[in-house]
């Protein structure tokens, strides 16, 4: 059987009014369009639902019976169909997923989950790490956010590019590449040292190489690692050098082991990008959490 829910509008109406001239008023509709209303209500639920006594018409016991029931029916339903006008975050329950590179979580994760905790402590946050091939995690609702570098290539993926995050080079305090604290460091000389490139997939190569095979160099990368943690262990225990994202760097050099600088190669800026699946748009915790880690992104990216 196809329902027609607008009866259920109809019907309020009716037990509400106890008169089909009084409903057919309230909801701006003709007296016959009414009592053709009544009519298919009265097949619906088989009972005459208003039945006339005298000059007026009077509910039946089947009619009082679920009097309420629909009034709450109708109530709901236009619940439902309004648009929310009030967030509370301090009283949302739920469990949100993003997926980022380990060197973007590394930076956001400390603020957002302190931020997340005192303003919305019913809120549980999940990082993942990128995966090893492209996914449609976001699609099939596995993963609430992603932060990545690229900007979505179908149209159901919502997207918002939030800021750029240089490339610098990071070697450890001492090394002898950056012997001389005022000269710019020497292509030759950092194509010749040890290198390591941070990949999920387990690669030797990236873009730099690519850059540096235009000039007719290469580079010796004696390490593939997948996370930026362990390349920065690396060259904390080794003569061997990284290039990775300012952010992550300035915090390396916190513990005043390692030291930052410039690699003699023009490397473009890593751009930071939200995506997300067209259903979260609207929703109203998506939208609060998209901005929290909006702000912490802006606020954490400063090198």
């Known amino acids: 059987m196809q329902l027609d829910l607008n009866l259920l509008t109809a019907l309020d109406a009716l037990l509400e009014?106890?008169?089909?001239?009084?409903?057919?008023?309230?909801?701006?509709?003709?007296?016959?369009?009414?009592?053709?209303?009544?009519?298919?209500?009265?097949?619906?639920?088989?009972?005459?639902?208003?039945v006339r006594s005298g000059r007026v018409m009077r509910p039946?016991?089947?009619?009082?019976?679920?009097?309420?029931?629909?009034?709450?029916?109708?109530?709901?339903?236009?619940?439902?169909?309004?648009?929310?006008?009030?967030?509370?975050?301090?009283?949302?329950?739920?469990?949100?997923?993003?997926r980022a590179h380990d060197a973007l979580v590394s930076v956001l994760a400390p603020w957002l989950v302190e931020h997340t905790h005192r303003i919305a402590p019913g809120v549980g946050l999940r990082f993942l790490g990128e995966p090893d091939d492209d996914t449609t995690d976001l699609r099939r609702g596995v993963v609430d956010l992603e932060i990545g570098s690229a900007e979505p290539a179908t149209?159901?993926?919502?997207?918002?590019?939030?800021?750029?995050?240089p490339l610098v080079?990071?070697?450890?305090?001492?090394?002898?590449?950056?012997?001389?604290?005022?000269?710019?460091?020497?292509?030759?000389?950092?194509?010749?040292?040890?290198?390591?490139?941070?990949?999920?997939r387990g690669r030797f190569g990236d873009r730099i190489d690519e850059l540096l095979a235009v000039t007719g160099r290469s580079r010796s990368?004696?390490?593939?690692?997948?996370?930026?943690?362990?390349?920065?262990?690396?060259?904390?225990?080794?003569?061997?050098?990284?290039?990775?994202?300012?952010?992550?760097?300035?915090?390396?050099?916190?513990?005043?082991d390692t030291v930052v600088f410039t690699p003699p190669?023009?490397?473009?800026?890593?751009?930071?990008?939200?995506?997300?699946?067209?259903?979260s748009t609207s929703d109203q915790g998506h939208r609060w959490l998209r901005g929290l880690v909006e702000q912490?992104?802006?606020?954490t990216l400063e090198p």
């Open 17 to 50: 009014e106890e008169s089909v001239t009084g409903a057919a008023d309230r909801l701006h509709l003709s007296a016959p369009a009414m009592s053709r209303a009544l009519g298919r209500i009265r097949i619906a639920v088989g009972d005459e639902v208003l």
């Open 60 to 98: 039946t016991p089947r009619a009082l019976a679920m009097r309420e029931e629909v009034r709450s029916l109708v109530l709901r339903s236009r619940q439902v169909l309004t648009p929310e006008t009030t967030f509370d975050a301090g009283a949302l329950h739920r469990t949100f997923t993003i």
């Open 155 to 165: 149209a159901e993926i919502d997207h918002r590019h939030i800021a750029t995050d």
């Open 169 to 200: 080079g990071l070697a450890r305090r001492g090394h002898p590449l950056l012997a001389s604290a005022t000269a710019d460091v020497d292509l030759a000389a950092w194509a010749g040292v040890p290198h390591v490139v941070v990949s999920r």
């Open 221 to 256: 990368v004696v390490a593939s690692v997948a996370s930026t943690s362990a390349a920065v262990e690396i060259v904390r225990a080794t003569d061997a050098v990284v290039v990775i994202p300012a952010s992550v760097a300035s915090r390396a050099v916190r513990a005043d």
């Open 265 to 279: 190669v023009e490397l473009p800026a890593v751009s930071v990008v939200l995506t997300w699946h067209q259903r």
């Open 296 to 299: 912490a992104l802006v606020g």
